[in-house]
Every structure is written in C-alpha cells, then in structure tokens.
C-alpha cells in the first residue's frame, strides 16, 4: 500500500530511463484513490497536473522507488570520490616501446583517440568533496 512521501517511477517495459521518463511522489492517499505530483527525469522538470488514480490502476503504469530516502529523512549512505579511466590511443613511430611510450607521454589529449567506454575502477569515502554528488543514475 502507497503512503504519503513514496516516490514511483514510470515502467520502462524492461528499457533504459530516458530524459522523459516520468517520477512521482505520492501526495495524498485516500482510502484506495492516490494523487501523485509528477516530474519528468528524476524530478528536475516540473509537470503541471497531479495525477489521481486507484492504486491498482496507478501501479499498473508505476513502480514505487524501494530503498531511496524520503526529503525528509536523514540520507543514507557516505559521499565516495569514484576514480574514472577512459582509454584511448595514438599511433606514433619510434625506435622502440620504450621510445613510443616516451614519445605518447608527452603528447597532449588532442592527439588521442579517445574511446567513448569508461569505467570506473575504485572507490575512497570522501568527507571532502568539491563537486556534484550524485544519488541516481543518468542516463544521458
């Protein structure tokens, strides 16, 4: 049963989040009949009409958010500096490895060809942090 504060999100049949996937917060319940405000990706464009349906009818459409803190609860979990690697390459002639390894460390990033993958590859907790701190995925 939905309560008052719960966050849903708009079933993607099994497809990715895209930028008009639609969120909600559950406003007002009464008895089965529940009004939810809505927000297009993840809350930051504001819609302009709450929605009100029965709950079994609203879950058919929606899927509530398990395990994410409430606005007004304390935020779960520490803030981590995430170290990123990205790979590229470039092509250089050289007498040796040694020598191409010499001569592409001290090639500025312009000459790369850089991948579009990129991984992450550790986590440090950070109790200083400079930064957007980010709690949901994007999927941009």
Not at 13 to 27: A, I, L, S, Y
Not at 42 to 49: E, I, K, Q, S
Not at 80 to 92: A, H, L, N, Q, S
Request: aromatic fraction near 8%; charge should be negative; include cysteine.
């Amino acid at each position: 049963m939905l309560k008052i504060g719960d966050k849903l999100i708009c079933k993607t049949k099994g497809q990715p989040e895209t930028e008009f996937c639609v969120r909600g917060e559950v406003k007002n319940v009464e008895g089965d009949i529940v009004t939810i405000s809505r927000a297009l990706k993840f809350g930051t464009l504001p819609m302009h009409n709450d929605l009100t349906l029965p709950e079994s009818e609203l879950l058919k459409y929606y899927t509530p958010l398990k395990g994410r803190p409430t606005d007004d609860s304390p935020k779960a979990g520490a803030i981590y500096e995430v170290t990123i690697t990205r790979t590229g390459v470039v092509f250089v002639r050289a007498a040796s490895a040694a020598a191409a390894m010499e001569l592409a460390d001290h090639l500025t990033t312009d000459h790369v060809n850089w991948s579009d993958d990129w991984n992450p590859t550790d986590a440090e907790e950070s109790g200083d942090y400079d930064g957007s701190v980010f709690e949901e995925p994007d999927f941009d």
